[in-house]
């Protein structure tokens, strides 16, 4: 069965400084896909980027990047110099390619709370 | 953005009553997903749909039914609505596959007196 953690429940900042999201998953599957969000406090679930286990390139996106380290099991998600608008609660997910059914699993979430 | 619109958007309802939301889009994907996000424990699967009238539960369906009878539409039932059924619904479609993201409504919040 697949299963997200995200252990970190709730991280504080102070603008500017650099943070970094922990997400760690479990599945029997070679191949799969992850994933994070973001959620705002305004509710909605915005799609940040996905990754797919054939591809451990990092990437960077701006102020955001990702390491994915499939000898960790371990997706993580870095935000460089923190601004008050990336405080949110991240998400991290997983969909399995096999069975068919494509469920994503979601982690509980890290809340992260930039402070000016 | 994806097409995706939840109904209604709050609710507020008296316990033993039932309850439907419902979940449109236009997207003609065939996946679609209802979770409910509490705080502590995330995003968490209620049941989903792979097409017309299949539909399968996911980790915490009791309580719960759904339907689908049109691509378009997936409505969520709250047979007798108990307390802690209280959480924020979100609907959630997605595509050809695993390598897709989910898009997700706007949610509905709904508190069971």
């Known amino acids: 069965a697949q299963k997200v953690t995200q252990a970190q429940t709730e991280i504080s900042v102070v603008e500017k400084e650099d943070v970094t999201l922990d997400c760690v998953y479990e599945?029997?599957?070679?191949?799969?896909?992850l994933f994070w969000y973001k959620q705002p406090p305004s509710g909605e679930l915005v799609f940040l980027i996905r990754r797919n286990s054939f591809d451990e390139q990092n990437e960077i996106s701006g102020r955001y990047s990702w390491n994915f380290q499939k000898s960790t099991s371990s997706f993580n998600f870095t935000i460089t110099a923190s601004q008050v608008v990336d405080s949110a609660v991240y998400f991290c997910?997983?969909?399995?390619?096999?069975?068919?059914?494509?469920?994503?699993?979601f982690g509980r979430g890290t809340s992260l709370i930039v402070h000016p | 953005d994806a097409g995706i619109t939840q109904s209604p958007r709050h609710k507020v309802t008296e316990t033993g009553t039932p309850v439907t939301l419902r979940c449109h889009q236009t997207e003609n994907h065939r996946y679609m997903y209802w979770y409910r996000q509490d705080p502590g424990h995330g995003l968490r699967l209620i049941h989903y749909s792979y097409g017309v009238k299949d539909t399968d539960k996911g980790e915490v369906s009791d309580g719960y039914s759904v339907s689908r009878s049109k691509t378009e539409d997936f409505l969520l039932t709250l047979e007798s609505a108990t307390s802690s059924q209280t959480s924020v619904y979100f609907c959630a479609i997605m595509g050809q596959g695993p390598n897709t993201e989910a898009f997700f409504g706007q949610g509905t919040r709904l508190t069971v007196v």
């Open positions: 997910a997983l969909s399995e390619a096999s069975g068919g059914s494509y469920i994503p699993t």
């Open positions: 599945t029997r599957d070679t191949t799969y896909y």
